[in-house]
């Protein structure tokens, strides 16, 4: 199973409690996207596409976002 997690916009995807949590009750790893929020939200959405497209994507794989990581 493979975990991406997109912080919200009120925290960076190093250092975000949602985050760290996860971390504690998942025991796989936890692939932590980023983005600026000052940023247009194609340039987000290519930057969230650039870094997941060397991964396979499958029935296995779970996205969780955060707030605005969640939009």
Excluded: P, W
Excluded at 32 to 52: A, C, G, K, N, P
Aim: net charge negative.
């Amino acid at each position: 199973m493979k975990l991406y997690f997109i912080h919200g916009a009120g925290c960076l995807s190093n250092n975000c409690s949602v985050a760290n949590s996860l971390d504690n009750l998942f025991q796989e790893d936890l692939l932590r996207l980023s983005y600026y929020t000052d940023e247009t939200f194609e340039t987000i959405r290519d930057s969230l596409i650039t870094q997941i497209e060397d991964n396979t994507i499958d029935n296995k794989t779970i996205f969780i976002g955060e707030s605005y990581g969640g939009f």
